[in-house]
């Protein structure tokens, strides 16, 4: 699988950036669609899309540098040539949340049902950009046969012929990982249209639903991130899932009126 698109001299475009950039403004429509109406200025989304983008991106940068500092200590240069791969979701996640809440503070906006506006999106775009590792032919998993691969019935033909990696033929961990945040999205959807949810159980859902996934995913992968031998996304998930269930049980204690994410709201003025 060629990852160029084309080459134009020494400028080459990527099909890993051109995802990316298809995830980022799909996301962003949904976003300001939703944000429509709870009367959120589409200026106060765009500006803080626009910074959660930057820090999101150099947060899952610097997550993935750090656990491969060895390769990065004698190839700095490549640290930023992130149209290549190398972004950790995990890390976009952290620092990407971090903006919002702050954000959010700034302006005195309720964080919890900004979160949920971007749930879905989010969840769309990780399904959208999982098929730049596949361009990259990275994020795959275990070696198996050809016939187990075409046995499992739910794989294209065009992906497995392409999973066939250095000799072998691997696990598609990446197209697993996409159709898992594809159902989180429509799932994501039905759940913010019931009556009684409240802020914040969307973010506790994909907290949840994301990290029993990676958790999962992360046994099979051949190139996960690791400390001390012990593979850090399966770590982060278990965090992740706690941190959820956590959120849940508190939002679900509170009287059933409280909170409601899809009340009417005073107009957010920026």
């Not at 300001?32 to 991106?57: D, G, P, Y």
């Not at 187990?148 to 990446?174: A, C, E, R, T, W």
């Not at 996960?224 to 706690?242: K, Y």
């Amino acid at each position: 699988m060629n990852p160029v698109i084309f080459n134009i001299g020494n400028y080459e475009l990527r099909w890993y950036s051109v995802l990316i950039a298809i995830a980022v403004i799909i996301g962003y429509v949904l976003i300001v669609s939703e944000s429509r109406r709870f009367k959120i200025k589409k200026e106060f989304m765009f500006n803080m899309m626009f910074w959660t983008l930057i820090f999101a991106i150099i947060g899952a940068r610097l997550y993935y540098v750090a656990f491969n500092l060895e390769y990065y200590r004698t190839n700095v240069l490549e640290i930023f040539q992130i149209w290549k791969g190398g972004l950790a979701i995990h890390g976009a996640l952290l620092f990407g949340a971090i903006t919002i809440i702050i954000y959010c503070k700034k302006y005195k906006v309720r964080v919890g049902k900004i979160l949920d506006i971007i749930v879905p999106a989010l969840l769309l775009g990780q399904a959208i950009g999982r098929w730049g590792n596949f361009f990259n032919s990275e994020a795959y998993g275990s070696i198996v046969s050809y016939q187990q691969l075409v046995n499992m019935k739910i794989i294209p033909q065009f992906i497995i012929d392409n999973m066939f990696i250095n000799g072998s033929y691997h696990l598609p961990m990446f197209y697993f990982e996409s159709l898992w945040c594809l159902l989180g999205f429509f799932l994501s959807l039905f759940l913010r249209r019931r009556k009684y949810i409240k802020d914040g159980q969307l973010v506790a859902f994909y907290m949840m639903w994301y990290s029993v996934a990676r958790f999962v995913i992360e046994t099979f992968r051949t190139d996960a991130l690791l400390f001390n031998g012990i593979r850090v996304a399966r770590v982060v998930s278990v965090l992740m899932f706690i941190i959820g269930l956590i959120i849940q049980f508190i939002q679900s204690r509170k009287p059933k009126l409280d909170e409601l994410y899809n009340k009417a709201e005073e107009e957010v003025r920026f």
